[in-house]
């Protein structure tokens, strides 16, 4: 926290290990699992996404 040029990465990082830590207080079991595959849809979007502006040269 004490390097200016990573402290917002390193708050939104903190903010998602709190929200994963959350996510198996789930109420039931079937919503676990749509959360679970939300995430998982999620994250291979980004890849999709960063694969997709690292071929176009846009990063």
């Known amino acids: 926290m004490q390097n200016q040029t990573v402290?917002?990465?390193a708050v939104l990082f903190a903010?998602?290990?709190v929200v994963l830590s959350l996510?198996?207080?789930a109420p039931d079991?079937?919503?676990l699992k749509?959360?679970?595959m939300v995430g998982l849809?999620?994250?291979i979007a980004l890849f999709l996404g960063y694969a997709l502006l690292r071929?176009?040269?846009y990063l």
């Open 7 to 9: 402290q917002v990465e």
């Open 15 to 17: 903010g998602i290990l």
């Open 23 to 25: 996510i198996h207080h």
């Open 29 to 31: 079991e079937e919503r």
């Open 34 to 36: 749509k959360i679970e």
């Open 41 to 43: 849809w999620m994250a």
């Open 55 to 57: 071929a176009g040269g």
